[in-house]
């Protein structure tokens, strides 16, 4: 049986059949990516405008990280931290040199970076701010996304996440986001932690007041608070910097990184912080038998050198403002606000338009996957190497579909 000779339908049909159905994917079968390009299984090529929710910022099947992937996997792939590997030392300096963070604990997937951090938070709250045992608070917003661990869920306020999965971790505080005075109040002297994604993304590209993040930052140090910053969507170039703290030059205490840290390769993540944060883990208080395997770091060495090297954070910085602009000006009655960073861009669409599923369906009939999130926005999120050329074509068909009826 030869793969590219099955059909979309008979693939989605045994998709369908034996597997779990939590996921509601456009009907669309990829089986090749190169760039800001994917092909299906019979031929169609599309622009990715969604790049694995951030992860393929480098672009697809990016030929530097491939070799890197490549040539690790031929030699060593996974050693477990029982032992050590020669890949792991060199990319913690790489990393904590290119970020200005101390101390790197690495996982595999979002989820189990932003859990490290939360288990961090806990710790150094009782080994070092001396917060009664047990008494733990970690203050959140509304609206976040974090993964899907029943930790994680437990501090959602959607409604769908938690359905059904209880009983929930307790220890959190949820506050509006965007609202510094709701975090100076909500902060009691057993808080450890505030975090907080600095654009929400999967709540659909939510952009805090301007002087927000600052703000946080100071009652935070007033009040020996954590400021745990959760950049795996828009970390690593997304919105033009290499953080998105770094719009309002905001040093948290930590940051969890994922999703583009491999170029879409492999699962990769990682905790940035201090010694004195990080330094509460001891040997055996948490790991991943997974967690800096040498194939996986090899992987993001390059990955991350490959942003630097092709100026992709600049790149997603000029052509995010272009694409922005430009979408700003189709006249579409649909539309209530454009609005984004960088190449982090949400459309958000009136009641009336009758949801954003319809528009990225019609997108697809024109070779442009997007994917709505949340039920009336549509997002933009390009890989970072996409030039003004490419923008221009998008939009062409972009325009049509935003004025359709
Ligand atoms: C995607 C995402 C996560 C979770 O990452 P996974 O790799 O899917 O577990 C966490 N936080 C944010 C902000 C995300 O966008």
Redesign the pocket.
């Known amino acids: 049986m030869i793969l590219q000779q099955i059909s979309s339908q008979a693939l989605i049909d045994l998709e369908d059949r034996y597997g779990a159905h939590n996921y509601h994917p456009l009907d669309v079968v990829l089986s090749r990516g190169e760039g800001v390009w994917v092909w299906d299984v019979e031929g169609n090529r599309y622009m990715d405008c969604l790049s694995a929710?951030?992860?393929v910022n480098q672009g697809h099947n990016h030929p530097r990280i491939r070799q890197a992937l490549i040539d690790q996997a031929g030699r060593l792939p996974l050693t477990s931290r029982a032992f050590r590997n020669n890949q792991l030392g060199p990319y913690y300096k790489e990393l904590c040199d290119l970020t200005g963070f101390e101390m790197v604990l690495p996982m595999n997937?979002?989820?189990?970076?932003?859990e490290t951090a939360l288990k961090a938070a806990r710790k150094w709250g009782y080994t070092v701010k001396g917060v009664p045992e047990g008494k733990a608070e970690i203050i959140a917003c509304r609206n976040?996304?974090?993964?899907?661990t029943i930790s994680?869920i437990s501090f959602s306020s959607e409604p769908q996440y938690r359905a059904g999965f209880g009983p929930y971790t307790p220890g959190f505080d949820l506050i509006p986001f965007g609202d510094a005075d709701a975090l100076a109040e909500a902060i009691t002297p057993n808080t450890v932690a505030f975090i907080v994604?600095p654009i929400?993304?999967?709540g659909g590209v939510v952009i805090p007041p301007a002087g927000y993040l600052r703000r946080v930052r100071e009652l935070c140090d007033e009040h020996n608070v954590l400021l745990i910053a959760?950049?795996?969507?828009?970390g690593l170039g997304r919105t033009g910097k290499l953080f998105a703290c770094d719009h309002e030059d905001v040093m948290p205490d930590m940051v969890?990184i994922?999703?583009a840290l491999s170029g879409g390769f492999y699962?990769v993540?990682a905790v940035l912080s201090s010694r004195e944060v990080l330094g509460v883990f001891q040997p055996g208080d948490h790991g991943s038998t997974f967690g800096g395997n040498p194939l996986g770091v090899a992987v993001a060495r390059a990955a991350l050198q490959v942003l630097i090297d092709e100026n992709m954070i600049e790149n997603a910085a000029v052509m995010g403002e272009y694409f922005q602009d430009q979408l700003a000006e189709i006249n579409s009655p649909h539309v209530k606000e454009v609005r984004g960073k960088g190449l982090m861009i949400g459309v958000e669409l009136k009641e009336s338009a009758g949801g954003a599923r319809r528009f990225c369906e019609a997108l697809q009939q024109h070779g442009i996957l997007a994917k709505e999130t949340h039920k009336h926005i549509i997002r933009f999120a390009p890989p970072l190497m996409i030039t003004q050329d490419d923008i221009d074509w998008a939009l062409a068909r972009i325009r049509p579909v935003l004025l359709m009826d």
Do not use: C, H, W
């Not at 997937?109 to 932003?114: C, I, L, Q, R, S």
């Not at 976040?144 to 899907?148: D, E, P, S, T």
């Open positions: 929710y951030s992860a997937t979002g989820a189990e970076a932003v976040n996304f974090a993964g899907r994680l994604e929400q993304g999967e959760d950049e795996i969507q828009t969890t994922g999703k699962p993540s």
